[in-house]
């Protein structure tokens, strides 16, 4: 079988080509980290339309640009071609919510996600289930704070 050229399920379907699932996972890559096709052309030494051609699966991707690619995505190549699944999201989130901060301050992050990930997972509350007052208890009023 072809496999630059879609193929149809027996419903009917056309299912991406290998190009284009590798092509998604460019885009999905790039998109995470908040770059530009723009970028992406400037750190491999392509034009942009290229770029776009790789992301649409209608170009080829040489294995040094899937290596430099992999590398500028931190990602592996294996991720990449789709030969390895990765739940990144929690990963990719992270990344981006402290992109912006100082060294000391990622520092610190990262001595509490391992102060965290010491502690283990915290015990679970259960829920005590109290009776219910007798209907017609009066419900003492509500004091502000500083008057009890």
């Known amino acids: 079988?072809?496999?630059?050229?879609?193929?149809?399920?027996?419903?009917?379907?056309q299912q991406p080509t290998e190009q284009q699932q590798v092509g998604r996972r460019l885009r999905t890559a790039r998109e995470t980290l908040g770059l530009t096709q723009d970028d992406v052309a400037g750190a491999l030494g392509?034009?942009?339309?290229?770029?776009?051609?790789?992301?649409?699966?209608?170009?080829?991707v040489t294995a040094l640009e899937l290596r430099r690619l992999a590398r500028?995505?931190?990602r592996t190549v294996h991720w990449l071609l789709g030969e390895e699944e990765e739940d990144?999201?929690?990963?990719?989130?992270?990344?981006?919510?402290?992109?912006?901060?100082?060294?000391?301050?990622?520092?610190?992050v990262l001595r509490f996600a391992q102060f965290?990930?010491?502690?283990?997972s915290p015990p679970t509350p259960r829920k005590r289930r109290s009776a219910p007052a007798p209907f017609g208890t009066p419900i003492p009023p509500i004091q502000p704070p500083g008057q009890q």
Request: a negative charge.
């Open 1 to 13: 079988m072809d496999k630059s050229k879609p193929h149809r399920q027996p419903d009917g379907e």
């Open 46 to 60: 392509v034009p942009r339309t290229s770029v776009t051609a790789m992301e649409s699966g209608q170009r080829n």
């Open 72 to 74: 500028l995505y931190r």
């Open 88 to 108: 990144a999201a929690v990963d990719n989130a992270l990344y981006r919510a402290t992109a912006e901060l100082s060294e000391n301050d990622k520092e610190q």
């Open 116 to 120: 965290l990930a010491a502690a283990g």
